[in-house]
Antibody, heavy 118, light 107 residues
């Protein structure tokens, strides 16, 4: 069974750094793209970017280019989303998702809630 | 970046009724469009992909149509568990985008 398990909720202050994770299991981690999506409180889904763990090829949506860094460690089947300096506007639920053979995200993590507040 | 516009924003219907949701793209996405369902406190779930193909385990009451810029998700007869928010997503290029969502609520 394909599973994506995300790290737990985080509470941070503006200006702090953060790295959240998404661990894949039940499939060949290096063979499927993993993407990240943001959902701000009470709002819709926004696609942030995607990485191919096999070679670390990464593509960012224009709105998120330069704002976050997506990476992966294939030795431990884990993808990451990180910020170098958080803002209050980064407060949101963040989901990882696996792009399957159809090219679509059929498997999702449970989400990681990030709260940024002074 | 391709913009997806969903309408209506909210659809108020009763169980057993037919739901018709629309998704319009700012430029052609061919058939590279999917629909997701999201319930409160849950991750999105893939319903349909490539405009009209049901994902694994999705009931036949969910169907999709369209190509190019205009797409429709139809729920033939609403079940209580279908009341949720529905999003369309395109992948015609690497800058994937979601629509703003349609909330299907109980009338």
């Amino acid at each position: 069974e394909v599973q994506l398990v995300q790290s737990g909720a985080e509470v941070k202050k503006p200006g702090e750094s953060l790295k959240i994770s998404c661990k894949g299991s039940g499939y060949s981690f290096t063979s499927y793209w993993i993407g990240w999506a943001r959902q701000m409180p009470g709002r819709g889904l926004e696609w942030m970017g995607i990485i191919y763990p096999g070679n670390s090829d990464t593509r960012y949506s224009p709105s998120f280019q330069g704002q976050v860094t997506i990476s992966a460690d294939k030795s431990i089947s884990t993808a990451y989303l990180q910020w170098s300096s958080l803002k209050a506007s980064d407060t949101a639920m963040y989901y990882c998702a696996r792009r399957d053979g159809s090219g679509w995200c059929s498997s999702w993590g449970q989400g990681t809630l990030v709260t940024v507040s002074s | 970046e391709i913009v997806l516009t969903q309408s209506p924003a909210t659809l108020s219907l009763s169980p057993g009724e037919r739901a018709t949701l629309s998704c319009r793209a700012s430029q052609s996405v061919s058939s590279y469009l999917a629909w997701y369902q999201q319930k409160p406190g849950q991750a999105p779930r893939l319903l349909l992909y490539d405009a009209s193909n049901r994902a694994t385990g999705i009931p036949a009451r969910f169907s999709g149509s369209g190509s190019g810029t205009d797409f429709t998700l139809t729920i033939s007869s609403l079940e209580p568990e279908d009341f949720a928010v529905y999003y369309c997503q395109q992948r015609s290029n690497w800058a994937l985008t979601f629509g703003g969502g349609t909330k299907v609520e109980i009338k």
